[in-house]
């Protein structure tokens, strides 16, 4: 949970609204369906950042209403007016990334197919333990066919554990890294364990945890085939260990083992959760809607699709973050030349 609140709330009773909203039942398999604000109407702002201190996603709607380089202006806006006060941006100067763009490199490289799917996940762990606190998402052009959106909640992660796992994933440290080989660009090293609760610049704890996904084994599932001329996605392979999340090489052999068993019980969960909210509750972008996702918190992805789709992102480093990366907020995509370079230069 973020504990900051917007400008003109009162920060005592925002915690206590959280803390209400805490106590409400949560289920691992229940898609988190954000609401909608409309850009630029009244309170728009401070709409928008109660949904995501009390539901760790928004969708900002009628920004951009032109051509790309409009749309492309309004993605590296949207967060210097959103982040305007508290949390306060400290990345104003990073670069708005084109989606849809990025994916031709990724496609040259073999980790994407022309409307492929992307299976739940967090964004930035190419920076390692400095990953962006925020992502914005601002769709140009929905894809014809497919494409929807689905969210799933670590806090709603977290509620559903038993104290002695969620004891484990609190606790037990292990390589957070992203890999080259089997991920989508070989990032800064990080360990530590999958589920953390630093403290902000208020001295709340807030839930950070990140998901990296293995694409070699993702290939194998449905998810990963885009949508038939039928408009049905072709079939795969489920049921397997997709994340990242590994022992770290000091761990003893009998330690690895137990914790290969955790993770890939975690990994299954996850897969079970991804699979109910598919059938429970999708979302789709339209043109000029941005979806904004605390990306600390809450793993997004996108199910195959037909068509051309557009999309803009920009990662943002915030007050309440982890601050800026060593170098500073580079780029906004993983495909970037900067990351090209030694991981000790960056």
Same mark, same amino acid.
Request: one cysteine or more; glycine letters at 10%.
């Given at each position: 949970?973020? /504990?900051?609140?917007?400008?003109? $709330?009162?920060?005592?009773?925002?915690?206590? #609204?959280? #803390?209400?909203?805490?106590?409400?039942?949560?289920?691992?398999?229940?898609?988190?369906?954000?609401?909608?604000?409309?850009?630029?109407?009244? @309170?728009?702002?401070?709409?928008?950042?109660?949904?995501?201190?009390? +539901?760790?996603?928004?969708?900002?709607?009628?920004?951009? *209403? $032109?051509?790309?380089?409009?749309?492309?202006?309004?993605?590296?806006?949207?967060?210097?007016?959103?982040?305007?006060? &508290?949390?306060?941006?400290?990345?104003? @100067?990073?670069?708005?990334?084109?989606?849809?763009?990025?994916?031709?490199?990724?496609? &040259?490289?073999?980790?994407?197919?022309?409307?492929?799917?992307?299976?739940?996940?967090?964004? $930035?762990?190419?920076? !390692? *333990?400095?990953?962006?606190?925020?992502?914005?998402?601002?769709?140009?052009?929905?894809?014809?066919?497919?494409?929807?959106?689905?969210?799933? @909640?670590?806090?709603?992660? %977290?509620?559903?554990?038993?104290?002695?796992?969620?004891?484990?994933?609190?606790?037990?440290?292990?390589?957070?890294?992203e890999a080259d080989a089997?991920?989508?660009?070989?990032?800064?090293?990080?360990?530590?364990?999958?589920?953390?609760?630093?403290?902000?610049?208020?001295?709340?704890?807030?839930?950070?945890? &990140?998901?990296?996904i293995n694409v070699e084994?993702?290939?194998?599932?449905?998810?990963?085939? /885009?949508? *038939?001329?039928?408009?049905? %996605?072709?079939?795969?392979?489920?049921?397997?260990?997709?994340?990242?999340?590994?022992?770290?090489?000091? #761990?003893?052999?009998?330690?690895?083992? +137990?914790?290969?068993?955790?993770?890939?019980?975690? @990994?299954?969960?996850?897969?079970?959760?991804?699979?109910? #909210?598919?059938?429970?509750?999708?979302?789709?972008?339209?043109?000029?809607? %941005?979806?904004?996702?605390?990306?600390?918190?809450?793993?997004?992805?996108? $199910?195959?699709?037909? !068509?051309?789709?557009?999309?803009?992102?920009?990662?943002?480093?915030?007050?309440?973050?982890?601050?800026?990366?060593?170098?500073?907020?580079?780029?906004?995509?993983?495909?970037?030349?900067?990351?090209?370079?030694?991981?000790?230069?960056?």
């Amino acid at each position: 949970m973020i /504990p900051s609140t917007p400008p003109t $709330g009162n920060a005592r009773a925002m915690l206590r #609204a959280l #803390a209400a909203i805490a106590c409400l039942p949560f289920s691992l398999g229940s898609a988190l369906v954000p609401r909608r604000v409309a850009f630029g109407a009244g @309170d728009w702002r401070h709409k928008a950042l109660e949904a995501l201190w009390t +539901e760790g996603a928004v969708v900002v709607a009628d920004v951009g *209403d $032109g051509g790309e380089e409009d749309f492309k202006e309004a993605a590296l806006r949207l967060p210097r007016q959103l982040f305007a006060e &508290r949390p306060k941006l400290l990345s104003a @100067d990073a670069p708005v990334s084109g989606v849809h763009e990025e994916l031709l490199e990724a496609k &040259r490289r073999g980790k994407y197919l022309p409307g492929s799917g992307l299976l739940p996940h967090t964004d $930035g762990y190419v920076y !390692g *333990d400095f990953l962006p606190d925020f992502v914005t998402l601002l769709c140009e052009e929905p894809s014809v066919e497919g494409g929807a959106n689905t969210l799933l @909640d670590g806090v709603a992660l %977290a509620r559903t554990l038993d104290q002695e796992a969620l004891h484990w994933l609190e606790t037990t440290p292990v390589d957070l890294s992203e890999a080259d080989a089997s991920g989508i660009a070989a990032g800064r090293k990080a360990e530590g364990p999958v589920i953390q609760w630093p403290s902000t610049s208020t001295g709340e704890r807030r839930l950070k945890w &990140r998901r990296q996904i293995n694409v070699e084994e993702a290939k194998r599932t449905r998810n990963w085939h /885009p949508l *038939d001329a039928s408009g049905s %996605a072709a079939e795969g392979v489920a049921g397997r260990y997709v994340s990242l999340w590994k022992p770290l090489p000091n #761990a003893t052999e009998a330690e690895a083992k +137990e914790i290969r068993r955790n993770l890939a019980e975690l @990994d299954g969960r996850l897969q079970s959760a991804f699979a109910s #909210a598919e059938r429970e509750g999708t979302f789709s972008l339209a043109r000029g809607e %941005a979806l904004v996702i605390d990306n600390w918190r809450v793993l997004h992805s996108r $199910g195959p699709y037909k !068509g051309t789709r557009k999309m803009w992102r920009v990662w943002s480093w915030t007050s309440e973050g982890s601050g800026l990366p060593p170098g500073g907020a580079k780029t906004s995509q993983p495909l970037s030349e900067v990351f090209d370079a030694p991981r000790a230069e960056l």
